[in-house]
């Protein structure tokens, strides 16, 4: 099983291709060139699979990654035999994620991830991204064949937890497919696409074993329950988001009761959604890359296609927090979750 995971997700693709507004001319209209530019390129994609070689703490992986719009992703871990293991996969409104062998984790019912506007989610990534990061354009270099564009990201508030990158984006679609990257806690990343496949008539999704069934069940299908009900299943407080700004706000969300130890809730706007799962006296898992938090608590992070996934254990109680907002807006909540 994979032990660490970092794929930089679609909400980067924007933030890599775009284009610092320059003091001349009409930056607004440099700005909107770039978005519908973004938004054009990834619109080109039928289907999408690539081949990752990532590089952390001198531990090399090989990954598996598969899209397929509006909302189809896979992340399988490839070993040194080629077996492959999957680890997480989003297919019909479903995700599925399989950590090791006593814990794999199904939620039905995703339905925001799949009718969410793709112009839009471009949009709110791009300026979010030019509110809080500097890019300038590097030499461009052929990656496993395909031309991809340099772009240098450097981040203007301390608390971020990326602070540098250097990314190589595929001219035609914006997808990065190389990239080193240095975070808050000083840890540093490598990944390298090894092949990347994108619109080829052999493309095939990969299919969740039958064996790898789920030992932990949601379906957000069904009614909800009051907080309070859910709280007592869980049998503690349920901490929760706050997420009040911008296009990120989420002011509706539903609770779920599980077994005992176990709740859920599900927090939603037109656009974005969060998945909160929250279960008792569960260890904190080595799926992901390790990250310290803002407000100095131990996390997991695991990024994907879409998706943001964040893993903490506070008061006993271990969080999982999915999202296709942004990344560093997800890990800002989770830092005020845990203070």
Excluded: C
């Excluded at 994979?2 to 909400?11: A, D, E, P």
């Excluded at 508030?157 to 190589?168: G, V, W």
């Excluded at 130890?261 to 080595?286: H, M």
């Amino acid at each position: 099983m994979v032990t660490r995971f970092q794929f930089i997700l679609m909400s980067l693709f924007s933030l890599a291709a775009a284009l610092p507004a320059s003091a001349d001319g009409d930056g607004d209209g440099i700005h909107r060139f770039w978005i519908e530019k973004t938004f054009q390129n990834q619109s080109k994609i039928k289907h999408y699979q690539a081949a990752v070689e990532q590089r952390f703490n001198q531990q090399v992986e090989q990954l598996e990654v598969y899209f397929r719009p509006p909302a189809e992703v896979a992340v399988l871990n490839r070993a040194a035999d080629g077996a492959t293991q999957p680890l997480l996969m989003l297919q019909q409104q479903t995700l599925r994620l399989a950590t090791d062998a006593n814990y794999r984790l199904a939620i039905a019912g995703l339905d925001g991830l799949t009718q969410r506007d793709h112009l839009q989610a471009v949009e709110d990534q791009y300026w979010f991204n030019q509110q809080h990061f500097e890019r300038t354009f590097t030499p461009s270099e052929k990656v496993a064949g395909r031309i991809a564009v340099g772009v240098e990201l450097q981040a203007q508030d301390s608390d971020l937890a990326l602070q540098h990158a250097a990314l190589f984006v595929d001219y035609h679609y914006s997808l990065p497919v190389k990239g080193q990257f240095r975070y808050r806690d000083g840890s540093e990343l490598a990944l390298a696409n090894r092949y990347t496949r994108v619109n080829q008539p052999e493309f095939e999704f990969p299919v969740w074993p039958e064996a790898l069934s789920a030992s932990r069940q949601w379906d957000f299908r069904l009614p909800g329950v009051t907080q309070s009900q859910a709280e007592s299943r869980l049998g503690s407080p349920l901490r929760q988001p706050a997420l009040t700004d911008g296009p990120w706000q989420m002011p509706a969300g539903r609770y779920f009761a599980g077994p005992a130890g176990q709740a859920a809730a599900y927090f939603y706007n037109d656009q974005y959604s969060l998945a909160l799962i929250a279960e008792r006296a569960l260890p904190l898992s080595s799926v992901g890359r390790p990250l310290t938090l803002s407000s100095g608590v131990k996390a997991q992070l695991l990024q994907a296609p879409l998706l943001t996934l964040v893993e903490f254990v506070q008061d006993g109680v271990n969080y999982r927090l999915l999202s296709d907002i942004h990344p560093e807006v997800l890990l800002a909540a989770a830092g005020k979750m845990t203070q």
